[in-house]
């Protein structure tokens, strides 16, 4: 069995993340993974805006089946390029119409995916992302700290440069709003857009540690950062599913986040969710006031979010993913 990812393994963001988690799986079962659009497959796994029709119209024609990924779209207070965006949609729109089958990462995946369409709606599964959780687990490596402190984790790295802002913004908006909390630090971790460490070096908030914002994270070391951590900070809008939410959930790491996107049918009720109002039109409007708050309720009660998100993360294991992911292939190559 050969499988084909459109995308390198190397470099940041959540799509890199699931591409090895998934890679990792197919290699462990005996399966070839290649990284390329050119090199004929078995089948193909399409994702985001990474392939355009005429490379999935010559695949089909080749006998490759296809499958397709869904993300979330591109919207417009995340992206000024209107060019760009609307090409980028379209591709995701094609990919939508002409895969032979469609996977949503969650129920709001699906529901944007609709939304793009203009109310069409594609038949799919909805297969979860999952983590390696012999390498996200509760035991391993952890980092110093202050005893004295409790860390909240987030990252600088979100997308696109505006999407980068808009999260970065309201995570050091929180961080304001907690100032007279001493034992609470922020850290920000991770390869930032230049506009984005600009903003955190101004902000110059004593409760923010700034690491180096110039090399992304390694996948392998992730999971020691955010063992390292006390608290998840996830600041991200309409997000399809997270792998950071999902990874934290595997090591037992409470997580906070935005009443918004797929956040809260991954968390459901282990963890705290910030109002934030629902919009695909214009940037969601987050209640700072209440995600301040959200973080100090946690860690009164933190016991009793890390047992909950711990029981909560057995759901979005690799394991389960992958065997949701094999059964759809399987599936696939059987019809005609």
């Not at 999952?130 to 390498?135: E, H, P, T, V």
């Not at 004593?206 to 998840?232: G, Q, W």
């Not at 016991?303 to 993360?313: A, F, P, Q, T, V």
Request: neutral net charge; contains cysteine; charged residues 30%.
């Amino acid at each position: 069995m050969k499988i084909g990812l459109p995308i390198e393994l190397q470099g940041p963001g959540g799509i890199r993340s699931w591409a090895r988690t998934f890679s990792k799986c197919c290699l462990a079962k005996g399966w070839d993974v290649c990284y390329s659009d050119d090199i004929e497959v078995d089948v193909f796994i399409a994702m985001a805006n990474l392939t355009a029709l005429e490379v999935i119209e010559k695949k089909k024609r080749r006998g490759t089946k296809i499958l397709y990924r869904m993300d979330g779209p591109f919207f417009e207070y995340f992206d000024h390029k209107t060019k760009h965006l609307k090409e980028a949609n379209q591709v995701i729109k094609d990919c939508l119409e002409s895969a032979d089958k469609v996977i949503y990462q969650s129920r709001f995946s699906k529901y944007a995916a609709s939304w793009l369409l203009e109310g069409k709606e594609i038949p799919g599964k909805i297969i979860y992302n999952g983590a390696d959780n012999k390498l996200f687990r509760p035991e391993g490596k952890t980092l110093s700290k202050p005893e004295n402190r409790k860390i909240v984790l987030s990252i600088a790295y979100w997308g696109t440069p505006l999407m980068a802002e808009y999260s970065v913004k309201v995570i050091l908006d929180a961080a304001e709003k907690l100032l007279s909390e001493s034992y609470i630090e922020f850290w920000i971790l991770g390869e930032a857009y230049p506009e984005t460490e600009d903003i955190i070096k101004k902000a110059d908030l004593p409760n923010v540690t700034r690491y180096d914002l110039h090399s992304p994270i390694k996948y392998e070391d992730m999971n020691v950062f955010i063992r390292t951590a006390d608290l998840i900070l996830h600041t991200r809008p309409n997000d399809a599913c997270s792998n950071l939410i999902i990874e934290a959930m595997n090591v037992g790491t409470p997580v906070v986040g935005l009443d918004s996107g797929s956040t809260p049918e991954l968390i459901g009720n282990a963890g705290l969710l910030a109002n934030c109002t629902s919009s695909f039109e214009k940037a969601p409007m987050v209640d700072v006031e209440d995600l301040a708050g959200k973080i100090v309720s946690t860690f009164h009660r933190y016991d009793m979010y890390k047992s909950k998100i711990m029981k909560r993360g057995r759901a979005f294991t690799q394991k389960i993913m992958c065997e949701n992911y094999f059964e759809l292939i399987k599936e696939l190559l059987m019809e005609k």
